[in-house]
């Protein structure tokens, strides 16, 4: 698999320098959007109402914004679509075994779908590069063939994740070490460092909590979202709901109200194989926070704030 995901890759990248020359060889949609089809494939046209099972590579200049072939494949209902600047557009001029790459320019994409995320620059093109793997008409069959591919993938991330727990630890104890910053360590596995325990209501599972906080991605500590600007509510949550990732609810259970610290959160206790918010699977994460305030019942001034998901959950926005 790594051969081949190497090799759409380099595709993706010759068949963009070819856009400098009159995007030649890409067609455009009716919306825009620049493709090119590969006729590697044999059968029957896909039709409408098929379900296909394809393997891709999305780029962003020189990154890799996902891989399936390390994840798993995309399965997608094939109907006709307007003209969305998406690559469905294009899915039913596909057979089984074809491959195609499609271009989106970040201009016109944020005019069509709204704001991009920040790593998005205006000038920027995104390159997916994917190949239809397999055509199914029974969406049984389909279900089934995807449920088996989810299976192999959560072992494959199991063994992974194993595999970069020692690493992720060892970095930040390095870097606690070598800055001289003490520190107590939740059962989970959460770093904290404690800069006043606070003198109010204890922190608990259950227990409601306005947080103010500065999120940063580990180790270049780039800042990344805060609620510590002039304007800016505390965050409410509820601890120990799995409302937000693992290392917020563990972490937090170490101070009162009143209470201001860090926490140093290894990867698989924040976002875990899902990219974070730096954009990358696999992050570290560093929070300054202080427990604004502790109580029994939840606040009754407007609803609560959405949190980063679960691990294991994606979000194309991070809210901290």
Same mark, same amino acid.
Do not use: W
């Given at each position: 698999?790594?051969?081949?995901? =190497?090799l759409?890759?380099?595709l993706?990248?010759?068949?963009?320098?070819?856009?400098?020359?009159?995007?030649?060889?890409?067609?455009?949609?009716?919306s825009?959007?620049?493709? +090119?089809?590969? *006729?590697t494939?044999?059968? *029957?046209?896909?039709?409408?109402?098929?379900?296909? +099972?394809?393997?891709f590579?999305?780029k962003?200049?020189?990154?890799?914004?996902?891989?399936?072939?390390?994840?798993?494949?995309?399965?997608?209902?094939?109907?006709?679509?307007?003209?969305?600047?998406?690559?469905?557009?294009?899915?039913?001029?596909?057979?089984?075994?074809?491959?195609?790459?499609?271009?989106?320019?970040?201009?016109?994409?944020?005019?069509?779908? /709204?704001?991009?995320?920040?790593?998005?620059? *205006?000038?920027?093109?995104?390159?997916?590069?994917?190949?239809?793997?397999?055509v199914?008409?029974?969406?049984?069959?389909?279900?089934?063939?995807?449920?088996?591919?989810?299976?192999?993938?959560?072992?494959?991330?199991?063994?992974?994740m194993?595999?970069?727990?020692?690493?992720?630890?060892?970095?930040?104890?390095?870097?606690?070490?070598?800055?001289?910053? +003490?520190?107590?360590k939740?059962?989970e596995?959460?770093?904290v460092?404690?800069?006043? #325990?606070?003198?109010?209501?204890?922190?608990?599972?259950?227990?409601?909590?306005?947080?103010?906080?500065?999120?940063?991605?580990?180790?270049?500590?780039?800042?990344?979202?805060?609620?510590?600007?002039?304007? +800016?509510?505390?965050?409410?949550?509820?601890?120990?709901?799995? #409302?937000? =990732?693992?290392?917020w609810?563990?972490?937090?259970?170490?101070?009162?109200?009143g /209470?201001? /610290?860090?926490?140093?959160?290894?990867?698989?206790? #924040?976002?875990?194989?899902?990219?974070?918010p /730096?954009?990358?699977?696999?992050?570290?994460?560093?929070?300054?926070?202080?427990?604004?305030?502790?109580?029994?019942?939840?606040?009754?001034?407007?609803p609560?704030m *959405?949190?980063?998901?679960q691990?294991?959950?994606?979000?194309?926005?991070?809210?901290?």
């Open positions: 698999m790594k051969k081949t995901t =190497i759409l890759s380099a993706s990248m010759l068949l963009l320098s070819t856009t400098a020359c009159k995007n030649s060889g890409f067609k455009k949609t009716k825009g959007l620049l493709y +090119k089809i590969i *006729p494939g044999s059968g *029957p046209l896909v039709k409408r109402g098929d379900i296909i +099972k394809i393997q590579v999305h962003l200049r020189d990154s890799v914004l996902a891989n399936s072939y390390e994840q798993m494949p995309f399965y997608a209902k094939v109907d006709s679509v307007g003209p969305t600047y998406d690559p469905q557009e294009i899915f039913s001029m596909l057979h089984k075994g074809d491959s195609a790459v499609v271009i989106r320019e970040a201009d016109t994409l944020a005019k069509k779908q /709204g704001m991009l995320p920040e790593f998005i620059k *205006p000038k920027d093109k995104l390159v997916l590069s994917f190949k239809v793997v397999d199914f008409s029974v969406d049984s069959i389909a279900q089934k063939d995807q449920m088996a591919e989810m299976q192999k993938a959560q072992e494959r991330q199991k063994v992974k194993e595999s970069l727990k020692g690493p992720a630890v060892k970095e930040l104890e390095d870097y606690l070490a070598k800055n001289n910053i +003490k520190y107590q939740g059962p596995g959460t770093f460092e404690i800069k006043d #325990a606070g003198t109010g209501a204890q922190v608990d599972s259950g227990k409601f909590c306005s947080i103010r906080y500065t999120g940063k991605v580990f180790p270049t500590m780039k800042v990344f979202e805060t609620n510590n600007e002039p304007g +800016k509510p505390a965050f409410d949550v509820q601890v120990g709901t799995h #409302a937000v =990732i693992p290392g609810d563990e972490g937090l259970k170490f101070f009162k109200k /209470g201001k /610290g860090t926490l140093y959160i290894p990867f698989y206790m #924040a976002y875990g194989a899902q990219p974070g /730096g954009g990358k699977p696999y992050e570290n994460l560093v929070f300054d926070i202080e427990v604004a305030n502790v109580s029994d019942s939840a606040p009754k001034q407007a609560m *959405p949190m980063p998901p691990q294991g959950q994606p979000q194309p926005q991070h809210t901290h």
